[in-house]
């Protein structure tokens, strides 16, 4: 079983930044890829951006440029580095951690940016 839990959420005023941090704990080895979604209120779950063990990533379109995703493989951390944030970032932010064949999700941080 691994756990992994979000931390880093909050409000700040567009064009602000913001660091989430995703810790992995548990049955943690071969946890191969990790990854950031967020759903704002009334939409589906998104992706916003992984990240292998091997640290190969990927950025939905909305976010390129502005947040970086990275990992620490010691610490079984990932973090979510998010820059120029705007108002449509407005989200709950999860992350996802892969062991083989099984998914496990946080409980997500709320992020809020105000205009």
């Known amino acids: 079983q691994v756990q992994v839990v979000e931390s880093g959420g909050g409000l700040v005023q567009a064009g602000g930044s913001l660091r989430l941090s995703c810790a992995a704990s548990g049955i943690i080895f071969s946890i191969n890829a990790m990854g950031w979604y967020r759903q704002a209120p009334g939409k589906q779950r998104e992706l916003v951006a992984t990240?292998?063990?091997?640290?190969?990533?990927n950025y939905a379109d909305s976010v390129k440029g502005r947040f970086t995703i990275s990992r620490d493989n010691v610490k079984n951390t990932a973090y979510l580095q998010m820059n120029s944030l705007k108002p449509e970032d407005t989200a709950v932010y999860y992350c996802k951690a892969v062991r083989g064949n099984y998914i496990y999700w946080g409980q997500g941080t709320q992020v809020t940016v105000s205009s």
């Open positions: 990240i292998t063990s091997g640290l190969r990533t």
